[in-house]
């Protein structure tokens, strides 16, 4: 083959990739592999003395003293937790409990029934009877025992003075008789004008009364005075005093 025909061959051949169009994974690799392959490389790791590569090794990686860093908030995020959250103890306090709402004679009888039995000896009828009575002695002696050490307890007070009971001076009243036909007894006439509150007329009201005369001193149509007294008869509470007027 001559020279032209080789120098033709040459040129039809394909360039290899260079390393920049094969990335920069490829450089590596192929640096890796180069070094790896290379005799000198192995001499040197052959050559290298063991003591230096154990302190390169503790060098780089970290104190196994020292945990990370996620471990210590882990640990760090435990302890607050537990403090956050409530103690069972508190949690059981902090519940109300139902009994405290129930009566007296229930929670009484939730405390008799949780009392252990006792096997008590059977009695007779007359036994029971007499059981219970003295029972009911016992317990109505403790009641006056705590009644009398209460009473003991207060003292006594100077309290309300005593209203004085003054006598109230007897009603007095003026009117006109109109009847004497009865025996020492009159019925006389009151009469009252008053303005109305709201409509501010005067009215004219009158009633009567009987009263006890007991000389028969007042006739029809005289002006005399009375006085409340006691009940002198069923219907008559009120008696002379005297005659103001005698009718004309």
């Known amino acids: 083959m001559s020279e032209d025909e080789?120098?033709?061959a040459v040129e039809e051949t394909p360039r290899d990739e260079s390393p920049q169009d094969a990335g920069p994974v490829a450089e590596e690799g192929g640096s890796e592999a180069a070094l790896g392959s290379s005799p000198d490389a192995q001499e040197g790791e052959a050559e290298e003395p063991e003591g230096r590569g154990t302190d390169a090794a503790s060098a780089s990686d970290p104190p196994s003293s020292t945990p990370p860093a996620s471990e210590e908030s882990e640990d760090e995020g435990a302890p607050a937790e537990e403090a956050d959250a409530p103690a069972p103890e508190e949690e059981k306090a902090a519940e109300p409990d139902p009994e405290d709402e129930l009566p007296w004679k229930e929670k009484r009888r939730l405390e008799r029934s949780r009392r252990?039995?006792?096997?008590?000896?059977?009695?007779t009828a007359e036994e029971r009877k007499a059981a219970r009575v003295a029972e009911r002695k016992r317990r109505g002696a403790e009641r006056r025992k705590?009644?009398?050490?209460?009473?003991a307890k207060k003292t006594p007070g100077t309290g309300t003075p005593a209203a004085e009971k003054d006598a109230n001076a007897a009603k007095v009243r003026q009117g006109i008789v109109v009847s004497d036909k009865g025996q020492k007894s009159i019925t006389v006439r009151i009469d009252t004008a008053r303005r109305h509150p709201t409509y501010e007329k005067v009215v004219r009201r009158s009633r009567t009364l009987h009263a006890h005369d007991e000389r028969n001193e007042a006739g029809e149509g005289d002006v005399v005075r009375v006085v409340e007294t006691r009940p002198l008869s069923k219907t008559k509470r009120w008696r002379l005093v005297e005659v103001l007027e005698k009718a004309k």
């Open 6 to 8: 080789k120098k033709d």
């Open 146 to 151: 705590e009644r009398a050490g209460a009473k």
């Open 116 to 123: 252990p039995h006792e096997v008590k000896p059977r009695q």
